[in-house]
């Protein structure tokens, strides 16, 4: 199952449990690209699949991933200088490179870059999986159980959303809502992005029910007083912004 967007397929699944781990895979082979994805997409996960380095670098600078798989070869940019880019900009998210099974001056160069692990093609599909399972296994170690914009926090733990000394427990698909909202701060998602990622690709949920939702939050985020709302842009989506409260006149 995918839909287009931005001009690259971005593969939509949700796991039994109703979570998404979403990677960001990178690879100028699109045969290989394909394949991998397919496989990937059956075990649960979400991937965004690009086909070379300038754009694995601007989805992975604008999106949200819980960990990204690079090939060393492509164009425009190799996946060495994607990874050196991003960690550079404090992108603490895991990266996976594929490099040739003879070149361990990349193995090394990668690693000593920032890189989590290799993994040397030709590769199985098993080993991949074993491999990724890893990566994201190493990102919740390091996760942070609360999330924070402006003076509004989430604990991912326990469903709090909390300012001012105040605090809500959420609903289950509110929680999501609102976790989604601050991993991507700034960034509008469009309605059906929040139906995908909130209630799964195969929801009988409509667009009206986003809506929805999205008034509950706003309606905790004023009474906690917080100082970050949701906004909506006509035609793109819904974005989490902070407000900037106007200071007082002096009489």
């Given at each position: 199952m995918f839909q287009l967007r931005f001009g690259r397929y971005s593969y939509i699944e949700k796991n039994g449990e109703g979570d998404f781990m979403k990677l960001l895979y990178?690879?100028?082979?699109?045969?290989?690209?394909?394949?991998?994805?397919?496989?990937?997409?059956?075990?649960?996960?979400?991937?965004d699949a690009v086909y070379d380095g300038a754009d694995a670098l601007a989805y992975a600078e604008?999106?949200?991933?819980?960990g990204i798989i690079l090939d060393i070869?492509?164009?425009?940019?190799?996946?060495?200088?994607?990874?050196?880019?991003?960690?550079?900009?404090?992108?603490k998210t895991p990266i996976l490179l594929l490099t040739a099974k003879s070149e361990i001056e990349d193995q090394i160069q990668g690693l000593d870059l920032?890189?989590?692990?290799?993994?040397?093609?030709?590769?199985?599909?098993?080993?991949?999986?074993?491999?990724?399972?890893?990566?994201?296994?190493?990102r919740e170690e390091f996760t942070p159980n609360v999330l924070k914009c402006g003076n509004v926090t989430?604990?991912?733990?326990?469903?709090?959303?909390?300012?001012?000394?105040?605090?809500?427990?959420?609903?289950?698909?509110?929680?999501?809502?609102?976790?989604?909202?601050?991993?991507?701060k700034?960034?509008?998602?469009?309605?059906?992005?929040?139906?995908?990622?909130?209630?799964g690709y195969d929801t009988d949920a409509e667009y009206?029910?986003?809506?929805?939702?999205?008034?509950?939050?706003?309606?905790k985020l004023a009474a906690l007083g917080a100082?970050?709302?949701?906004?909506a842009k006509r035609n793109v989506g819904y974005t989490l912004e902070v407000t900037e409260n106007e200071p007082k006149k002096e009489k």
């Open positions: 990178a690879e100028d082979e699109v045969s290989m690209s394909e394949a991998v994805v397919d496989i990937l997409t059956f075990h649960k996960y979400i991937v604008s999106e949200q991933y819980d070869m492509m164009p425009k940019m190799s996946g060495l200088e994607v990874l050196q880019k991003l960690r550079a900009e404090g992108c920032g890189a989590d692990d290799y993994l040397p093609k030709p590769f199985s599909m098993e080993l991949l999986l074993a491999r990724v399972r890893a990566l994201l296994r190493r989430l604990d991912q733990k326990n469903y709090e959303l909390s300012a001012n000394g105040q605090k809500f427990v959420l609903p289950k698909l509110e929680f999501r809502m609102m976790e989604l909202m601050m991993l991507n700034g960034i509008y998602l469009s309605t059906e992005d929040i139906l995908c990622k909130v209630w009206g029910t986003v809506w929805v939702y999205i008034s509950y939050l706003r309606k100082d970050v709302t949701i906004t």
